[in-house]
């Protein structure tokens, strides 16, 4: 699990909590008053003044630091240069949004300009450009104007008039919303239902602690007291100015049968007849130094120009820290294979640079976060005129260890004992951790998750000893393949993990990073597409976007969380070993004298899993295969899951979730736990529910227009939607609680839409909410909703979708009418109150 935009607009997670820190010699909540409004009368008139008894740090601009005032030298060379500002919490007294160490808003590119009396700071936007010789330039300055963020009175110039002095004490502490230490409120955190905090400035308590200047960048670091609800709260900020080299990076340009984080261009030009849209991918400045273009050109090993180094953060303990080195450098092999030997390395934070600041963003660092969040995230921060990567971080938040111990107990208990202790060995939970900062790191780099990737292995590949010791779990670390819970009991010697690399990652590394030796990138595309041509049959190499739960989760190819190219398949071994894992859960976790509440813990687990395992198989249901063809590739945009798959999922999903009580719900395990630990009839309501979604009937109706007879049609699904649901009725058998349960949440459900209509319902929301919590965010949702091809209100599936629905309640109603007197007394009650709730609805 979090990140950037494309398809991936969620980000985000949480946050840690840190007192107080030792930073460039003096202690985080020290006090250093500073003036709380910008006053142009200084008391200093001329240079000698400012530098009269002041700090100065030499560097990119010269910084004066004098009792509450902070000055700049900027150089009159200077100006008109594009730079980077950034803003990160470097500690924080609540962590409930953003944690120490993380940057709560994208850094910002902008310029200093001056006239006569002040100095501008300018936001740039390098979203539209233009060929400055095209007639269309004019047209784009005239509509882009570069808007100021700040003014700031010239208090002098230096001696030499080579650089100009201003006071930018207010704007560093002060509460400048673009480098707030607040996440902002957007349309989608609303969606999401989160809150984030939001607080009232208190300049007086307000002080910059700080400041710093190297020839590249320099650091300001700030503290910031708030009021938030009520309370009080504090954060350190440092914010960084970073120069950007004169001439960007050479972009490449992304491709959507690869998974980049795409940068957006709009290019304005005469020589098309539309508005040019080109992405960019986001990737390192990975090149042969100047000495050793040559060698490189031979074929030799080199090491690249600017090596990208991750900093390990002290914090986190060496029994894992080895680990986590580990997994950055694992990429090594990726980057070697195209020429680079030490392109990515890990190392300690140095103990003997006095320079060296992780809150700096010429750092990139693996961050550990005391908070009881369990996640990892790797975001990464760009040059936005270009997509070259600048600078990343790990947040490594400490709960992940917990997610990671559970994961592989419901995972792999079956046939690791090593997963069964209470506390894991350095060795078994290291693993986990190598793949999880392997996993981050991919992403830091730039790559997408690839949820494509695990169904390019037939799913008993996965029980072979030799395949799955070359391949692990999935052909991509960026995969949410976790642990091979397909290996039974007894299936020694399997792989139980993923792979350190995959073969799709080296790939993507090379089409992402191996420089062509061409003019500019558009001459580079005709070599990055026979790239991907040479590969485009193998499904080891196919990406497979994510799915996200506010737009359609139709394919059951990319999945999160699933193994192997057939979920029925693959999942029935995992519910086998659901089944196994439950029969030993209390002997597996007895500890004399301890409360039951790890073994509960571990009971509620194994549910989430059997709920993943069940979520796959409904995607099948109205089910879309998605690809991204391209001219000449012969392939299709979408196809439809074939109808004896569909109904081999619907069959599925109602024999597992009939069988589920009977090794769940055992009396012997549950009297040892809270009451109504779990809420097992009413998930299984909600996923019979669930099944006269709108979203499915929309498809099957799209795939009855286009191919008639020869689609899975509406009717013929709900119709065995009916016999399934309604089979023990139809055999005249009596019903258990579980079977009433699910029999009238299928009829509450044909109601609900009969009276609403296909538009009434835009999907199918989660079954349960709060089921998944990411390992690895680029987003925050893995299943949690269909919202398939909704269509609008009067379009002819809604007319379709009515008359099915209506078609089946009509069904209902003559069969409760006829087995209303049969049965036990439960089972004819239940009849009775359908039949009573159908007729009424009926009249009305």
């Not at 060379?77 to 709560?104: F, H, I, Q, Y």
């Not at 808007?147 to 650089?163: H, Q, R, Y």
């Not at 007291?225 to 440092?238: C, E, L, N, R």
């Not at 078609?807 to 003559?814: D, G, Q, S, W």
Request: with cysteine; proline share 6%; glycine share 6%.
């Amino acid at each position: 699990m979090n990140v950037r935009t494309g398809i991936l607009i969620f980000a985000g997670l949480l946050l840690a909590k840190t007192s107080e820190a030792q930073l460039f010699g003096k202690k985080l909540g020290e006090l250093s008053p500073v003036t709380t409004k910008q006053d142009s009368a200084v008391g200093a008139s001329n240079y000698a003044d400012i530098l009269k008894d002041a700090e100065v740090h030499e560097g990119m601009f010269k910084i004066f630091k004098k009792k509450q005032k902070v000055y700049f030298e900027i150089p009159q060379c200077l100006l008109d240069k594009e730079m980077l500002l950034s803003s990160r919490v470097t500690a924080t007294s609540n962590n409930t949004d953003v944690s120490g160490g993380e940057m709560p808003l994208h850094p910002l590119l902008v310029k200093f300009t001056r006239d006569d009396e002040q100095v501008y700071l300018h936001r740039l936007s390098p979203l539209n450009q233009c060929d400055p010789m095209s007639p269309i330039y004019q047209s784009l300055q005239r509509n882009n104007v570069e808007p100021i963020m700040e003014a700031f009175k010239i208090v002098c110039e230096n001696a030499d008039s080579t650089g100009i002095v201003i006071d930018v004490s207010f704007f560093f502490c002060s509460d400048q919303k673009e480098l707030s230490p607040f996440k902002p409120r957007t349309p989608l955190s609303f969606i999401l239902g989160e809150n984030p905090l939001e607080g009232s400035f208190s300049s007086d308590k307000s002080t910059i602690l700080e400041v710093k200047s190297f020839p590249l960048n320099l650091n300001i670091k700030s503290r910031l007291v708030y009021t938030v609800d009520d309370y009080p709260f504090t954060a350190i900020m440092t914010r960084s100015i970073i120069l950007l080299p004169d001439e960007p990076m050479r972009p490449r340009i992304s491709d959507v049968r690869i998974g980049y984080f795409p940068l957006r261009k709009h290019i304005y030009t005469e020589k098309v007849d539309e508005l040019k849209k080109v992405d960019y991918i986001q990737r390192w400045r990975i090149e042969p130094k100047d000495e050793d273009v040559e060698r490189y050109r031979n074929g030799e090993l080199v090491e690249p120009k600017k090596p990208i180094v991750w900093y390990i953060d002290p914090a986190i303990p060496e029994r894992w820290r080895k680990y986590i080195k580990l997994g950055v450098e694992d990429w090594q092999a990726a980057f070697e294979e195209i020429g680079f030997k030490n392109a990515i390395v890990a190392k300690d934070y140095p103990v003997d640079d006095p320079n060296f600041d992780p809150d700096d963003i010429r750092y990139s660092c693996y961050r550990y976060i005391t908070t009881e969040t369990a996640n990892s995230m790797g975001p990464a921060w760009i040059d936005p005129r270009s997509g070259e990567i600048i600078q990343a971080d790990v947040l490594f938040y400490h709960n992940v260890i917990k997610l990671l111990h559970n994961w592989q107990f419901v995972q792999l208990a079956q046939v690791d004992p090593k997963v069964r202790a209470k506390v894991f060995d350095e060795e078994t939970m290291g693993r986990a951790l190598r793949y999880v900062a392997a996993h981050e790191i991919g992403h830091t780099l730039g790559l997408m998750h690839n949820m494509g990737a695990s169904y390019a292995y037939p799913v008993d590949s996965l029980r072979s000893v030799t395949f799955t010791r070359k391949y692990g779990t999935t052909p991509s670390i960026m995969d949410y393949a976790r642990f091979n819970y397909v290996a039974q009991p007894g299936d020694e010697g399997v792989n139980l993990l993923p792979p350190l690399l995959g073969v799709y990652d080296k790939y993507a590394i090379k089409w992402g990073y191996a420089p062509i030796a061409v003019e500019n990138p558009e001459a580079e595309r005709p070599i990055l597409n026979k790239w991907i041509q040479e590969k485009q049959d193998d499904p080891m190499y196919h990406y497979g976007p994510q799915q996200f739960s506010l737009f359609s989760i139709v394919d059951p190819s990319a999945l999160s969380e699933s193994l192997g190219n057939d979920c029925m398949k693959a999942n029935r071994y995992g519910i086998e070993n659901l089944k196994y894992i439950t029969s030993h859960l209390l002997e597996w976790t007895y500890d004399e004298g301890v409360t039951f509440e790890k073994p509960e813990e571990l009971y509620r687990e194994i549910f989430s899993q059997y709920r993943r395992y069940i979520e796959h198989i409904l995607v099948y249901l109205g089910g879309v295969y998605l690809d991204a063809p391209v001219m000449g590739d012969q392939k299709k945009a979408y196809k439809f899951v074939s109808k004896e798959k569909q109904q081999e999922a619907l069959a599925f999903v109602l024999e597992q979730l009939r069988a589920f009580p009977d090794w769940y719900c055992q009396p012997e395990i549950e009297r040892n736990f809270s009451f109504g630990n779990t809420k097992v009839a009413e998930y299984m309501g909600l996923v019979v529910g669930s099944l006269t979604s709108s979203g499915i009937l929309s498809n099957l109706s799209v795939w009855e227009k286009q191919d008639g007879q020869d689609a899975y049609t509406p009717v013929e699904y709900m119709d065995d939607v009916y016999n399934l649901v309604m089979e023990p009725t139809l055999k005249r058998q009596d019903l258990n609680h579980y079977e009433r349960v699910m029999q009238y949440n299928y009829i509450l459900s044909l109601m609900m839409a009969e009276g609403k209509g296909i538009t009434g319902e835009k999907g199918r929301r989660s079954l349960v909410e709060g089921d998944h919590t990411d390992i690895c965010s680029c987003s925050t949702s893995h299943l949690h909703e269909r919202m398939a091809m909704s269509p609008v209100d009067g379009s002819d599936t809604r007319i379709v979708a009515n008359a099915v629905y209506h078609y089946e309640l009509e069904k209902v109603y003559k069969l409760l009418k006829r087995v209303m007197n049969s049965g036990d007394r439960d089972t004819r009650a239940h009849y009775r109150n359908l039949y009573f709730e159908v007729s009424k609805f009926f009249e009305n």
